[in-house]
């Protein structure tokens, strides 16, 4: 009988081993041979610039790549001055430290770019999660790059628990009250807070305790109460009535 126990356990154990050996084959495959052609065309939400030529300010999240998609969204800035002929893009890409180019800050994860305001983010359609245009826009258009490139984490990142692209939109958002910026709790990072343990919330409508991004609570008028536990965010937003929640997001009540 001891003998059978051995056996069950040796071939458990080496299912599982085989098993991890192909979840991470598959997942490295996967990064490997699709990131390069994973489409990053516009997904005909955003205004056309040559059409509008109001200032416009939009911020925009999509599932981020691969099977960090079960979990998060990769968010950013999209702005356009008045009478401008494209868009700027604001966000923070990991692997930017290591790799530049030109419209990149040098030795940064900043990426400061033309790209398409609404561009797929590795094949996953954007979602707009904020959208100010007309006067005074302009002046809001500086102040959000004033902040990027004052951004106290541009030479660092990591995915879990930040600082990562949320972490930078939050910073910026924080920067930028106007915007009533209310990120989903599927961006894992917003609550990581520069410097310190408490701030404003990134809408600037209320405030928040975080611990390193780790464990926090939040509470204010555009996002309602939310409790951070290691990265992942449960709350109830009272203004458009929902219930968030990890991995599924916003779960909206009926009629809402």
């Given at each position: 009988?001891?003998?059978?126990?051995?056996?069950?356990?040796?071939?458990?154990?080496?299912?599982?081993?085989?098993?991890?050996?192909?979840?991470?084959?598959?997942?490295?495959?996967?990064?490997?041979?699709?990131?390069?052609?994973?489409?990053?065309?516009?997904?005909?939400?955003?205004?056309?610039?040559?059409?509008?030529?109001?200032?416009?300010?939009?911020?925009?999240?999509?599932?981020?790549?691969?099977?960090?998609?079960?979990?998060?969204?990769?968010?950013?800035?999209?702005?356009?001055?008045?009478?401008?002929?494209?868009?700027?893009?604001?966000?923070?890409?990991?692997?930017?430290?290591?790799?530049?180019?030109?419209?990149?800050?040098?030795?940064?994860?900043?990426?400061?770019?033309?790209?398409?305001?609404?561009?797929?983010?590795?094949?996953?359609?954007?979602?707009?999660?904020?959208?100010?245009?007309?006067?005074?826009?302009?002046?809001?258009?500086?102040?959000?790059?004033?902040?990027?490139?004052?951004?106290?984490?541009?030479g660092e990142y990591k995915?879990?628990?930040?600082?990562?692209?949320?972490?930078?939109?939050?910073?910026?958002?924080?920067?930028?009250?106007?915007?009533?910026?209310?990120?989903?709790?599927?961006?894992?990072?917003?609550?990581?807070?520069?410097?310190?343990?408490?701030?404003?919330?990134?809408?600037?409508?209320?405030?928040?305790?975080?611990?390193?991004?780790?464990?926090?609570?939040?509470?204010?008028?555009?996002?309602?109460?939310?409790?951070?536990?290691l990265g992942l965010t449960?709350?109830?937003?009272?203004?458009?009535?929902?219930?968030?929640?990890?991995?599924?997001?916003?779960?909206?009540?009926?009629?809402?």
């Open positions: 009988m001891k003998r059978r126990g051995r056996k069950i356990r040796w071939a458990a154990g080496l299912t599982l081993v085989i098993l991890a050996v192909l979840v991470t084959t598959g997942v490295a495959r996967h990064s490997m041979a699709d990131w390069r052609t994973a489409s990053r065309a516009s997904a005909g939400i955003a205004p056309d610039p040559a059409v509008v030529q109001e200032a416009i300010v939009q911020v925009y999240t999509a599932r981020a790549y691969s099977w960090r998609g079960m979990f998060g969204v990769h968010s950013w800035f999209a702005v356009k001055p008045t009478g401008a002929s494209k868009f700027t893009v604001y966000e923070i890409i990991g692997w930017r430290l290591y790799h530049t180019h030109d419209d990149t800050v040098p030795g940064t994860a900043l990426t400061i770019s033309h790209r398409p305001a609404d561009g797929r983010w590795f094949g996953n359609i954007p979602t707009i999660i904020a959208d100010i245009r007309g006067d005074g826009v302009d002046d809001i258009i500086r102040r959000i790059d004033i902040a990027a490139r004052n951004y106290p984490y541009n995915v879990w628990p930040g600082p990562n692209s949320n972490t930078f939109t939050a910073h910026v958002a924080r920067a930028v009250p106007e915007l009533k910026l209310d990120l989903p709790p599927t961006a894992i990072g917003k609550d990581y807070i520069p410097d310190g343990v408490f701030a404003s919330t990134p809408s600037g409508t209320g405030y928040q305790f975080s611990l390193f991004g780790l464990f926090g609570v939040l509470a204010g008028k555009e996002e309602g109460v939310e409790v951070n536990l449960f709350g109830l937003d009272f203004a458009e009535p929902a219930v968030k929640l990890p991995l599924a997001g916003r779960v909206g009540f009926q009629g809402s």
